[in-house]
Every structure is written in structure tokens, then in C-alpha cells.
């Protein structure tokens, strides 16, 4: 049993809607991320940081490029720096569930940024870990 409803947790960090289009003001996302666009530095050396991306209501709903992730850095501190790319497959999970689109083409493995872009009723695309299927 969950405290919080896994869809309520996803609803409350995926900003969403006209607020985060223009704004990026929705309480949910402020609470859990830094934006770069704003040029707030982060909270606390583990937070995320990222750019928030203005969809186009053509190609893209919103978009955020991740220069910095959370997760990423709590697993290195725990030493299961291993465990990245699986939680980042997760990604690839709540997409699909939630008929987000995600569309990500660059990851920190190859890349210092790791990139969203979602289109609500689109394929979910991205690269998993080998040998996991979804």
C-alpha cells in the first residue's frame, strides 16, 4: 500500500498544464526541482538542475534538459553508481503507464545532459539498458 498513489507521485513531479509552460510555478515541481531558466541555484548541492524547454504544441508538449540529476548523485554517495541506468529505465516505464511520449536522445553516459521531451498521445522512445525489455 502506498501513502502516496504512484500516479499522484508522477502528476506531482511532471510539470504540466499552461502554469508550466509559462512559468514553471507549479508548488510539486518547485519543491523537487531547480530551474535554470529562473537561474535559481539549486537548494541543496543534490538537488536536480535543469532547463525547462517551451513546447511548440507541435513536436513537443515541454521539455526539460537535466544538467544535473538527483538520483544520479544519491547513487554515486551510496556507491551503486551501478544502478543509474535501471532507475533511469523507470523513465521509460512512467512514460508508457502515463501516455507522457517521452522522447530522450542524450543521457550523462554520453552526453552532459541528459534530455526530455514529451508529447502527450506519442510513442515512448528512448534507450534501455541491454538486456532490459519493456
Known sequence: MYAVPPEKIVEMISPVG??????????????IFTSERTLTPPLTPMDFVYSFVEGDEEDIDYGVDMTECAIQKFLKKQ????????????????????NRGLVRTKTFVE????????????????????????
Open 18 to 31: 499552461p502554469t508550466a509552460k509559462t512559468n514553471n510555478s507549479s508548488k510539486a515541481a518547485s519543491a
Open 111 to 134: 552526453s552532459n545532459v541528459c534530455d526530455f521531451r514529451y508529447k502527450r498521445d506519442r510513442e515512448t522512445k528512448m534507450a534501455l539498458p541491454k538486456g532490459l525489455k519493456t
Open 79 to 98: 556507491y551503486a553508481e551501478k544502478l543509474v541506468p535501471y532507475m533511469c529505465a523507470l523513465d521509460n516505464a512512467l512514460s508508457i503507464r502515463f
